[in-house]
Antibody, heavy 123, light 112 residues
Framework: QLQLQESGPGLVKPSETLSLTCTVS??????????WGWIRQSPGKGLEWIGS???????FYNPSLKSRVTLSVDTSKNQFSLKLHSVTAADTAVYYC???????????????WGQGALVTVSS | DIVMTQSPLSLPVTPGEPASISCRSS???????????LDWYLQKPGQSPQVLIY???HRASGVPDRFSGSGSGTDFTLRISRVEAEDVGVYYC?????????FGGGTKVEIK
C-alpha cells in the first residue's frame, strides 16, 4: 500500500526558502503512470494546489506560485521535494504531498495523501 | 481560474438521516470524453483529506456505498444516504479539468 510522508523544518524565516521532502513507501516513485503533487491548506485560503511533477521531472505549477516554486524528484531515494522561495507569513500552512491518480488536469484525483507538515513563516 | 462554490457552509445532520452538499463550478467540467472532472474529498478532524468520489460519480476504493456523487456540467451534488457519526468533517469538491486545480471552500458536517 502506497504511503507518503512529508518532512522538513516547521519554522522558516520571512524571505527565506521553505523546503519539504515527501518520502514514498510501498511503491516506486519511478512508475511511468505516476505523478506526484503538493497541496497546501491555510486558514485564509483553504486548499490550494501548488503543483505536480512526473517521475521524469516534467512539472506543472499553479500560476499564482510558479515564480517561487521548484519541484523535483530523487528516484534514488524514492522522494520528491518542494521548494518555495521568498516566503512570507501568507505562506504559513499545512503542506501535503499526495499522488494524483491521473494526468494533471486530466481528471486527476489525489490518493493517497501524506499526513501533512505544518510550516510557519515567522522571524 | 475555475471557481468552485459549495453550499451550505455548515450542515448539522442527524444520524440515520440523509444529507446532501452542493458544488457549483464557474465553467463546465464536462470533458469531451463524457466524464465530469469533479472530485469530492472528506477531511475528518485532525486528518488529511481523503478522496470519496472521482470523475463526478465514481466511488473511490473502500468508500461506503452510502456516499454517492451526481451532477454534470456546472452543478454537482454529494449525497450521504444515511449519515453515520464517522462522517463528520469538512467536505471539499475539486475540479480536475484545467490547471490550476481548484477546490471549493468546504462544507462542515456535524452531528446535531
Amino acid at each position: 500500500q502506497l504511503q507518503l510522508q512529508e518532512s522538513g523544518p516547521g519554522l522558516v524565516k520571512p524571505s527565506e526558502t521553505l523546503s519539504l521532502t515527501c518520502t514514498v513507501s510501498g511503491g516506486s516513485i519511478s512508475s511511468n503512470d505516476f505523478y506526484w503533487g503538493w497541496i497546501r491548506q491555510s486558514p485564509g485560503k483553504g486548499l490550494e494546489w501548488i503543483g505536480s511533477i512526473t517521475y521524469s521531472g516534467s512539472t506543472f505549477y499553479n500560476p499564482s506560485l510558479k515564480s517561487r516554486v521548484t519541484l523535483s524528484v530523487d528516484t534514488s531515494k524514492n522522494q520528491f521535494s518542494l521548494k518555495l522561495h521568498s516566503v512570507t507569513a501568507a505562506d504559513t500552512a499545512v503542506y501535503y504531498c499526495a499522488r494524483p491518480r491521473a494526468a494533471v488536469a486530466g481528471g486527476d484525483w489525489f490518493d493517497p495523501w501524506g499526513q501533512g507538515a505544518l510550516v510557519t513563516v515567522s522571524s | 481560474d475555475i471557481v468552485m462554490t459549495q453550499s451550505p457552509l455548515s450542515l448539522p445532520v442527524t444520524p440515520g438521516e440523509p444529507a446532501s452538499i452542493s458544488c457549483r463550478s464557474s465553467q463546465s467540467l464536462l470533458h469531451a470524453n463524457g466524464h465530469d472532472y469533479l472530485d469530492w474529498y472528506l477531511q475528518k478532524p485532525g486528518q488529511s483529506p481523503q478522496v470519496l468520489i472521482y470523475l463526478g460519480s465514481h466511488r473511490a476504493s473502500g468508500v461506503p456505498d452510502r456516499f454517492s456523487g451526481s451532477g454534470s456540467g456546472t452543478d454537482f451534488t454529494l449525497r450521504i444516504s444515511r449519515v453515520e457519526a464517522e462522517d463528520v468533517g469538512v467536505y471539499y469538491c475539486m475540479q480536475a479539468l484545467q490547471t490550476p486545480l481548484t477546490f471549493g471552500g468546504g462544507t462542515k458536517v456535524e452531528i446535531k
